[in-house]
């Protein structure tokens, strides 16, 4: 019995009835190999499908990939790219919002304060105080000057210190004097409290007394807490010293002043 040839029945493209015929005709035929080929055959022709199906030839599909390849790292590049503008257009942005709120501060330094509410001038007070330094004093050893010009009812500086009521700053005054500690620092708040800027208080307290003031002293309440702030009465040069009116209560040992002032009443009141 003649065997089929594996290479004829390649070149013949034997179908399975075919395969199945030959059989039955008595030929030998070796069945591994002839799976083989129509495996192989039915791969090659679901390939053609495929590169037919896409409309390309079989030497175009480095080519596709090559192409796909530059396709993704374009798609990269651009979100690459879009990050980039991105980052600089937040950076722009925050620089731009900078610029505006530095261009704010500048509007409302320009507008006159005394137009904002008491609350929001003690806020920027705050924020953006006025120079102000210690230096001798031609009325008493040393005093509080101003470092920049002041324009009226500009808030120049906070009193502040230890916040006591009244029973305890009359003792302490007592104990003070006991001491011969000369100067004592103390404001009244209210009825019940007075503020102690002796031994814990700011510059404020080196203000001294003036018959014919530059500043005087106001209460206010910010978010619901008392303040007391000094503010200026007039316009004041870079330079001139601060004072204002202590308002003593009459006492029976007044004590001396030496503002120099025209108006002076030689004594503190």
Do not use: W
């Not at 035929?29 to 590169?51: A, F, M, P, T, Y």
């Not at 080519?63 to 980039?84: F, P, T």
């Amino acid at each position: 019995m003649d065997q089929l040839s594996v290479n004829n029945l390649s070149s013949k493209h034997m179908t399975m009835n075919q395969l199945l015929i030959a059989m039955g005709r008595g030929h030998k035929v070796d069945i591994g190999k002839i799976s083989k080929i129509l495996e192989s055959q039915k791969n090659s022709k679901h390939n053609r499908k495929v590169q037919q199906s896409r409309g390309l030839p079989d030497q175009d599909i480095e080519s596709l990939e090559r192409n796909e390849l530059r396709a993704r790292k374009r798609v990269l590049e651009s979100k690459q790219h879009l990050q980039q503008i991105n980052q600089m257009s937040q950076a722009q942005q925050q620089m731009a919002e900078m610029s505006a709120t530095q261009l704010n501060s500048q509007n409302v330094n320009k507008v006159n304060k005394i137009n904002l509410p008491l609350a929001m001038q003690y806020r920027s007070s705050i924020q953006m105080p006025p120079k102000v330094e210690v230096g001798p004093s031609k009325i008493h050893r040393i005093g509080l000057f101003t470092l920049e010009d002041l324009k009226p009812l500009d808030i120049v500086i906070e009193y502040v210190g230890e916040i006591i009521r009244h029973e305890v700053a009359d003792l302490r005054e007592k104990r003070y004097i006991e001491k011969g500690i000369g100067d004592c620092y103390m404001f009244t708040l209210d009825d019940q409290h007075i503020i102690d800027a002796t031994f814990f208080g700011g510059k404020a307290r080196y203000l001294n007394h003036s018959c014919d003031a530059n500043c005087s002293a106001k209460i206010i309440t910010v978010d619901n807490q008392k303040h007391i702030v000094i503010r200026a009465k007039k316009h004041i040069s870079a330079g001139q010293e601060l004072t204002y009116n202590y308002n003593f209560d009459q006492e029976e040992d007044q004590m001396s002043c030496l503002c120099g002032a025209k108006n002076c009443q030689g004594y503190l009141a």
